[in-house]
C-alpha cells in the first residue's frame, strides 16, 4: 500500500550538497510509530543507514557521516528529503528511502527503487 520513490540530481561536483526527496504515497508521514529512513550503498559496499524523521518529526543520524547530514520533512507534501553537504567521491552510492515501523531498530519494511548518485570532478 505505502509506496516510495525518490528524486533528485543524479550527478554533483566535490564540495556541493546533496539534496534529495522521498515522495511517499498510501499513507501520511505522520502516522504514529512510522520512521522514515535514509539508506545508501556504495558500489562494491554493504548498506549504510544515514538517518531517519520520526512521525513527530524528530530526527535521528548516524555518527559516522560527520554532521553533514540533514533530514526534514514537508508533511503538506508528505515528503522527507535529505541533504548532505561536502560531498565527495565516496559519496559516490545508490540512495535509498524507506519505511520502519514500530522504533527505529525494526526492519526496513517498504523501500523506493532507489536513485543513483555520482559525485565527480
Given at each position: 500500500q505505502v509506496?516510495?520513490?525518490?528524486?533528485?540530481p543524479g550527478l554533483l561536483k566535490p564540495s556541493q550538497t546533496l539534496s534529495l526527496t522521498?515522495?511517499?504515497?498510501?499513507?501520511?508521514?505522520?502516522?504514529?510509530?512510522?520512521?522514515w529512513?535514509?539508506?545508501r550503498q556504495p558500489p562494491g559496499k554493504g548498506l549504510e543507514w544515514m538517518?531517519?524523521?520520526?512521525?513527530s518529526g524528530s530526527t535521528h543520524y548516524s555518527p559516522s557521516l560527520k554532521g553533514r547530514t540533514s533530514i526534514s520533512r514537508d508533511t503538506s507534501k508528505n515528503q522527507f528529503t535529505l541533504q548532505l553537504s561536502?560531498?565527495?567521491?565516496?559519496?559516490?552510492?545508490?540512495y535509498y528511502c524507506a519505511?520502519?515501523?514500530g522504533?527505529?531498530?525494526?526492519?526496513?519494511?517498504?523501500w523506493g527503487q532507489g536513485?543513483?548518485?555520482?559525485?565527480?570532478s
Open positions: 509506496q516510495l520513490q525518490e528524486s533528485g522521498c515522495t511517499v504515497s498510501g499513507g501520511s508521514i505522520t502516522t504514529t510509530v512510522y520512521y529512513s535514509w539508506i538517518g531517519a524523521i520520526a512521525y561536502s560531498v565527495t567521491p565516496e559519496d559516490t552510492a545508490v519505511l520502519k515501523m522504533s527505529l531498530y525494526s526492519g526496513y519494511g517498504t536513485t543513483q548518485v555520482t559525485v565527480s
